[in-house]
């Protein structure tokens, strides 16, 4: 079997209650023994946070971007997080996929070139089936980009 597909999850603290809901929508993925989901929520308490998002993203072979204008507004997720997730999908090491969580200006951000989740980059709260309806589309896309990855990895 080849190596697991490391998957990192890229998004403002103060969008916690979205990205817990987020989360839950990914239990079924999290329960693949293929795949490992990883946050800052899973910093080891005593460890240098710096490092373990350093090092988490250089290992990540899918990089998630939970957009919103607290994402945008943040200079460490835009100076370190963002620069470094497009220079490995620059590279071809890893798929950065886009979730817009929240209407926001993101259309001149280095990733807006990149095909966004859900459907129609329509953000997750505005979905007129509703936000489950929203995460579920999400959720399906993502599949198929660990599909990919596992296909890349070989």
């Keep these: 079997m080849s190596k697991k597909v ?3 999850t890229s998004y403002a603290r103060k969008d916690a209650e979205l990205k817990e809901e987020f989360d839950v929508h990914l239990a079924m993925v999290k329960r693949d023994p ?3 989901i990883w946050s800052d929520e899973d910093i080891e308490v005593g460890s240098e946070w710096d490092d373990s998002i350093k090092n988490n993203l250089k290992e990540a072979d899918i990089i998630l971007l939970l957009v919103s204008p ?3 507004a943040s200079s460490y997720i ?4 963002i620069k470094e997730a497009m220079e490995k999908h620059e590279n071809k090491e890893a798929f950065v996929v886009p ?3 929240k209407p926001c200006d993101w259309h001149k951000a280095s990733f807006a070139k990149l095909q966004a989740l859900p459907r129609n980059a329509t953000p997750v709260t505005k979905w ?3 936000m489950d309806d929203a995460f579920v ?3 399906k896309g993502i599949k198929q980009v660990i599909a990919a990855a596992i296909r890349r990895k070989g």
């Excluded at 835009?78 to 997080?81: A, I, K, L, Q, S």
């Design 6 to 8: 490391k998957v990192f």
């Design 34 to 36: 293929q795949v490992e």
């Design 70 to 72: 607290r994402f945008l």
């Design 78 to 81: 835009f100076d370190v997080e």
């Design 99 to 101: 979730i817009i969580l």
């Design 128 to 130: 007129d089936e509703g």
């Design 137 to 139: 589309n999400v959720v």
